[in-house]
T-cell receptor, first 115, second 112 residues
């Protein structure tokens, strides 16, 4: 079955540091890949997505590139801010069991950015 | 504003007392789904729906029911809640074409 593995947290950085959160996946064919962010006390928000190999998703200074050869979708940001403190989830979506486009999530990575 | 609206945000109930968590989306999405989020277990799909009157089980459907009588609404029903259903619940929707799910703000349910 499908699975997503993302780096264990928590990750603690200082403001303006470079961020990388690793994500690798197992799936057949070409799933769509996503990063979601969950701020404290809130629901999940779609941060960025990529639907085919070599696509780069980007939003709010975050980027991730769909690497089919390494089955990876690592999240990066060049300069984090305190407001980026949240839990980040890597996820994939692929039709399974007929037309169930279920999201398969990684366990989440807690990011804390200190001023 | 395009959104998925869940109610209530917080609910404390007693074992065995039937409850319904409502979910409504205003984006005319075909797909809707319910997830629960638990520490150490991540997010797991409970039920999903591909369109009106078309629903099916996800990974953890035991103890839950759903219905999809209208395209915009997808309520989650707990006929006889138990303490192991204490969790954070999310409703989500997406269009039929490839794309990400839009999530509601969540419902924190405590069953005592």
């Amino acid at each position: 079955g499908n699975s997503v593995t993302q780096m264990e947290g928590p990750v603690t950085l200082s403001e303006e540091a470079f961020l990388t959160i690793n994500c690798t996946y197992t799936a057949t064919g070409y799933p769509s890949l996503f990063w979601y962010v969950q701020y404290p006390g809130e629901g999940l928000q779609l941060l960025l997505k990529a639907t085919k190999a070599d696509d780069k998703g980007s939003n709010k200074g975050f980027e991730a590139t769909y690497r089919k050869e390494t089955t990876s979708f690592h999240l990066e940001k060049g300069s984090v801010q305190v407001s980026d403190s949240a839990v980040y989830f890597c996820a994939l979506s692929q039709a399974s069991g007929g037309s169930n486009y279920k999201l398969t999530f990684g366990k989440g990575t807690l990011l804390t950015v200190n001023p | 504003e395009a959104q998925v609206t869940q109610n209530p945000r917080y609910l404390i109930t007693v074992t065995g007392k039937k409850l319904t968590v409502t979910c409504s989306q205003n984006m005319n999405h075909e797909y809707m789904s319910w997830y629960r989020q638990d520490p150490g277990l991540g997010l797991r799909q409970i039920y999903y729906s591909m369109n009106v009157e078309v629903t099916d089980k996800g990974d953890v459907p035991e103890g839950y029911k759903v219905s999809r009588k209208e395209k915009r609404n997808f309520p989650l029903i707990l006929e006889s809640p138990s303490p192991n259903q204490t969790s954070l619940y999310f409703c989500a929707s997406r269009p039929q074409s490839v794309g990400g799910y839009t999530f509601g703000s969540g419902t924190r349910l405590t069953v005592v």
